[in-house]
């Protein structure tokens, strides 16, 4: 287990990488290299303006847990520092998917203050909430990866953009037909879909960047627990502990085991040696499942909490005023169908 102030260390090295994407005031030479063109001296100016939303729901924090699944997946596979680079990936479009999210629900609250939309107007959240998605792509222009393997990274990236936003659509269409109610399974998978997409990708980007490093360590067990002892660390932060030992204990919820991640490291020591970067698509495939399951459990815990706790800066409550299908009131009309 890392103590707080290590942690502290990775969170420092996470919001450097998201001020780089989206800084607190831009110039010039980020303004052409977003816009792929030359602009004017005056636009970078006006472009701050427009950018604010997005900054200033980065300001209000949040958990970050899925750009440290992707620091520490990097780490625990031995690639360093290799994927903090990749880290806005996950972390800007998560924070636009909630601007979005918080227009089509009419929240008026997020993480302690007024929701975008109402400090800033629709017009402007709706635009910054969709940059958010793709912003981070900047990301490729300075990545330090072969090329096979930062295609790999851009289709697991547009993969789970499709699914983002697939499961958002299942969650309106339930919350807008009040006599429709889903059966659990499709609830869950609109849970992989919404949630489990980016805790996935995380998880990806980061094997994939340790994997395509040179000196990468490919000694199997040893890296499978490292993998495991971050999921425990990440699962205490983000209040998805339950979720994290079972992905710790080697198995999510689709019943892969550690060995089998172990596996694919033998064998790749020669590759390394001679320059080629095999990534291992079935260990990738492997830890993205894990934490696909764990963030569909941490969106299950939200539901929960959502009725009873209630979730710091957010109204108690607001997904029954909403009318969303959640698993609580999806297994209440279930057991009581009056």
């Known amino acids: ?21 989206l800084p607190e005031q831009v110039d010039t030479v980020w303004l052409e290299a977003a816009a792929g063109q030359s602009c004017g001296e005056t636009e970078p100016r006006q472009a701050d303006c427009f950018l604010e939303p997005g900054r200033a729901l980065l300001r209000r ?20 520092e290799r994927a903090d680079a990749l880290v806005p990936l996950t972390e800007i479009p998560h924070n636009g998917s909630l601007i979005v ?24 959240a709706i635009n910054m909430g969709n940059l958010m998605y793709f912003l981070p792509t900047l990301v490729w222009e300075r990545a330090d990866f072969p090329p096979e393997i930062c295609l790999e990274m851009t289709h697991d990236w547009m993969a789970a953009m499709r699914r983002l936003h697939l499961g958002q659509g299942y969650d309106i269409f339930w919350h807008r037909e009040s006599e429709l109610f889903p059966e659990p399974a499709a609830y869950l998978r609109m849970c992989r879909f919404k949630t489990g997409s980016l805790a996935s990708l995380a998880a990806r980007l980061g094997a994939r960047a340790a994997l395509g490093a040179a000196g990468a360590d490919v000694s199997g067990q040893r890296s499978v627990q490292s993998v495991a002892g971050s999921a425990s660390m990440i699962g205490e932060r983000g209040g998805i502990t339950a979720a994290a030992e079972r992905a710790k204990s080697g198995a999510g919820m689709r019943g892969e085991t550690s060995s089998g991640i172990a596996e694919d490291f033998s064998g790749m020591s020669e590759d390394y040696a001679a320059g080629r970067f095999p990534v291992s698509d079935r260990l990738v495939k492997q830890l993205g499942d894990v934490w696909e399951d764990i963030g569909t459990g941490f969106q299950i815990l939200d539901d929960v909490q959502n009725l009873t706790t209630g979730i710091p800066g957010k109204d108690r409550g607001d997904d029954i005023v909403e009318g969303k299908k959640s698993l609580p009131v999806i297994l209440h009309v279930q057991k009581h169908p009056e």
């Open 61 to 80: 924090g949040g958990k970050r847990w899925r750009p440290l699944v992707t620091v520490l997946t990097c780490e625990a596979l031995g690639g360093g």
């Open 1 to 21: 287990m890392k103590e707080k102030g290590e942690l502290d260390k990775y969170l420092k090295r996470v919001e450097k990488q998201l001020a780089a994407v």
């Open 101 to 124: 999210d918080d227009i089509e629900d009419s929240s008026a609250v997020r993480r302690g203050g007024k929701a975008v939309h109402l400090e800033f107007g629709e017009d402007l």
